[in-house]
Structure formats: structure tokens, C-alpha cells
């Protein structure tokens, strides 16, 4: 069996969303992963035998905007981890919602690019805008990186299909991005921003649920 500094760190998405999750944690037994990501064993075999054990809560820093005319907040989300008795993979249960490798809410960075390439405001101000009083001391001067990676990352994340040929700067790309985004919600109001939030939160992972994610970097 491995040992946990061994094995790699398994991310699973459950289908609750972050605020019903924060609303109300749900219990080991409650989203544990009806099978191992590694070694594919049932997490909870006929008879009751659990493979995939409760291995405590992991805190994610989470900050952010929740709307336009919100104010931005930090807080700590739990994340439940298992450890898997067969294989010894060590996996971390996440809601739907949470996106790998940054403590800002998909909400939160279609706001923060809807503000600069819709809204015309410098990278500074959309920081200002989106962090919370504290999280803005460390992270003076990150602001317009974290713009430009969201740009390029956010075409995966949602597997959005880019823009064919030639070069698309920063705020152009960012409209087509809000456009392609905003066509899936499933209550579209015909409010680009709006739209474009709510079909951003629903990211489940696709093809990012199996990457360690536990040291965000922006
Ligand atoms: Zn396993």
C-alpha cells in the first residue's frame, strides 16, 4: 500500500454545489465517490465494508464577488478527503463549482473579466474590486497576471472552443469568451454577464478531476 506523501492527490467533483455545500457540509458517508479514482474499487462494497475512508476536512481559502453589485468576501470552504484502503490514493472531494488552483470562484472571474474588457476598468481597480481588504496586501501587483492567465485558462475550464486563427487581444477574447459561456445557461435572461455567471458556475471538473489541487496559486 502506499503512504499518503506516496500517492498522488485525487480530486473528485460532487454534484452539490458550493453553496448548498457551504449551506450545509455534507457527511463522509454522504458524497463519498461511489468508486476509487485509482484503483477503481467500490468506495462502499455490498455489506457495508468502506474502501474509501473518511480521512478528515481540507480548508480552501475561497475569495471573492458573488455579484456585480456585491462586496467582495473571503472565506473558508471544507473539502472531505478519503483514503482508499485498497489502493492507499488519497482523494479529496470538492463541490461542484470549485475550480483547480485559485481561491476565486468562477463567478467571481467572469465578474472580474466582465469588469475589465466590458467594463473598461484597470486591472488594479477589478482587483480592488473582487478581493477582499486582506487578500489584496499579498497580492499587490498580481492582479493583471491573474487576468490574463483566467483569459487564457478559461477556454478549458469550460471547454469553450477558441477563437479560429489570428490574434484576439486580451478584451476581445474576453467577449467572445462571456458570449460562448453565456449561451449555456440554463436560464438565459439575454443579459451577457449574467448569463455568462451562471453558466460558469456549473464546472464539475471535466478532465481537470484527477490533477492535485491543493495549493492554489492565484
Ligand atoms: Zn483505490
Request: one cysteine or more.
Amino acid at each position: 500500500m502506499q503512504t499518503e506523501s506516496q500517492s498522488e492527490i485525487r480530486v473528485v467533483y460532487a454534484t452539490l454545489d458550493v453553496k448548498s455545500w457551504m449551506g450545509a457540509l455534507p457527511s463522509a458517508a454522504a458524497v463519498r465517490p461511489a468508486t476509487c479514482p485509482c484503483c477503481h474499487a467500490p468506495g462502499c462494497a455490498v455489506g457495508g465494508r468502506v474502501t474509501l475512508q473518511g480521512h478528515g476536512l481540507r480548508f480552501r481559502t475561497q475569495t471573492g464577488l458573488d455579484a456585480v453589485d456585491g462586496e467582495p468576501f473571503d472565506d473558508e470552504l471544507a473539502t472531505r478527503r478519503y483514503r482508499c484502503r485498497s489502493c492507499g490514493a488519497v482523494v479529496t472531494v470538492v463541490p461542484a463549482g470549485l475550480l483547480p488552483r485559485t481561491r476565486y470562484r468562477p463567478t467571481t472571474i467572469v465578474l472580474a473579466l466582465a469588469l475589465w474588457a466590458l467594463g473598461g476598468l484597470a486591472s488594479a481597480a477589478v482587483r480592488r474590486r473582487v478581493s477582499a481588504a486582506r487578500t489584496v496586501a499579498h497580492e499587490a501587483g498580481r492582479g493583471w497576471a491573474s487576468l490574463r492567465r483566467w483569459t487564457r485558462q478559461a477556454w478549458d475550464w469550460w471547454r469553450l472552443r477558441r477563437p479560429a486563427g489570428g490574434h484576439v487581444s486580451g478584451r476581445e477574447a474576453v467577449e467572445m469568451l462571456l458570449q460562448r459561456l453565456s449561451v449555456r445557461a440554463r436560464d438565459g435572461t439575454g443579459n451577457l454577464i449574467a448569463d455568462a455567471v451562471e453558466a460558469a458556475a456549473i464546472f464539475d471538473g471535466h478532465g481537470v478531476c484527477a490533477t492535485p489541487q491543493e495549493a492554489p496559486t492565484s
